[in-house]
Every structure is written in C-alpha cells, then in structure tokens.
C-alpha cells in the first residue's frame, strides 16, 4: 500500500509542451522533495519544501516550478519541455529537513519527451 | 561540491555468500550516510543509514563508514535472488535534507 503516491506512472509529451507530475503523501511528513533520474545518471536532487515553503532549489532552469497546495502535495510543473528532460522523476519525503531522517520514495514518474 | 562514486558498477555472487558493495565520497565533512536499493517495480527502499566511524547492521544489511578514508560500504549477509536490484549510496550533511547519490551497483544474485 504506498504511502507515497505519484500520478501518472508514465507520461509522453511532445517537445515545447507542458506537464504538471502530481505527488500526494500520506505519511504526516513535513518535509517534501523531487529528484531526477536520468539514463546513465545518478539520481539528483531538485527541490526540498519544509512546510510547504521552499528550501532549496538546485534546478538551474525556471522550467521545472513546484507547487505545493496542501501540506501532503508537491507537485511538480515543467513547461516548454524539452527531450533532454527525459528522465524518471521521484517525489520524496521526510518528518523533518534535517539530514538524520529517512527520506521514503515515491515509485516515480516515467516522462519521455518525443 | 560532494562527489559520490560506487564500485564496482555491476556484481554477480552466488545466493549465500557474501556481497560486498563500496562507495566513496569527497567531503569528509558529511555526516549521513544511507544505503537504498532500487528495484524496478518497486522503487527505492531504504536499507540501512549510518552517522558515525563503525559498524550499523540492520538485519541482513551491515554498513561500515569510515570518514578518514571517505568510504562507507555495505555488505549482504545470506543474499537471495530476491536482492537482485540496483544497490545506491546517499550522503548528506546534516540540516540540508538533500541527498547525494552515487550512480549504483547493479547486484545479480546467482541461484
């Protein structure tokens, strides 16, 4: 039963196009994240929210917007996509932002841009 | 800014014996320190997490950090093929709520 719940679980979009990843948690965590995962590349951190105010953004592009309407949703805009945007994207959270918590995973979003 | 690598990039042991996984880091400053597997179907799921210089097990899955030579590693105690996945190594420091990821370790657990 997951706790962390990304919509959809495959998504094709074509290049210039616009798409908005959704992500619900149902753990009372306070703190949000979304991280990428490219072919051939680690997964890489993007945004953290604590609160439902953003902490940290380490997306150089103006592209990718999160937006967090309730506490347990962060989900995640891209605009003018791009086929190097290609990637799976994985929502995540914590109880807290501090680093000595575990962070549980969404399943992740499959985005293909043709 | 913190660099992670792991080695070795792909591993096949045979179900029982000992897998062994390594991961290395840049900034000796980092305090956290977990290790994820991430299977296809079932996304990530965190495994064991680690503070400090020694030893952290968390049933079949031991940790061992050791900060003065930027490395923590991970072994697998009676592996079956149902450990078969991509193993990954996080670190962060504390207050940042921001993990740095190694690329992975595919892991084949021979029957």
């Known amino acids: 039963d997951p706790k962390i719940i990304q919509k959809p679980k495959y998504l094709v979009a074509v290049t210039g196009s616009e798409k908005i990843l959704i992500c619900e948690q149902y753990?009372?965590?306070?703190?949000m994240y979304w991280y990428r995962q490219s072919a051939k590349k680690p997964l890489e951190f993007m945004f953290s929210?604590?609160?439902?105010?953003?902490?940290d953004n380490q997306t150089a592009s103006s592209r990718f917007q999160p937006q967090s309407s309730k506490k347990n949703h962060l989900d995640l805009q891209i605009t003018a996509l791009k086929p190097d945007d290609s990637a799976t994207y994985f929502c995540?959270?914590?109880?807290?932002?501090?680093?000595?918590?575990?962070?549980?995973f969404g399943h992740g979003t499959k985005l293909s841009v043709l | 800014q913190q660099k992670v690598q792991q080695s070795p990039e792909s591993l096949t042991v045979s179900e029982g014996a000992m897998a062994s996984l390594n991961c290395t880091f840049s900034?000796?400053?980092?305090?956290?320190f977990r290790w994820y597997r991430q299977h296809s179907a079932k996304g990530l799921e965190v495994l064991v997490s680690?503070?400090?210089?020694g030893e952290k097990e968390e049933g079949r899955f031991t940790a061992h950090l050791n900060r003065a030579n930027l490395h923590v590693s991970l072994h697998i105690r009676e592996p079956q093929p149902s450990d078969s996945a991509v193993y990954l190594c996080?670190?962060?420091?504390?207050?940042?709520?921001?993990?740095?990821f190694g690329q992975g370790t595919k892991l084949s657990i021979k029957p």
């Open positions: 995540a959270s914590s109880q807290s932002r501090t680093g000595d918590e575990r962070l549980f």
């Open positions: 900034d000796g400053t980092s305090n956290n």
């Open positions: 753990l009372g965590h306070n703190a």
């Open positions: 680690i503070f400090s210089d």
């Open positions: 996080a670190v962060s420091n504390y207050n940042q709520g921001k993990l740095i």
């Open positions: 929210y604590s609160y439902q105010k953003l902490m």
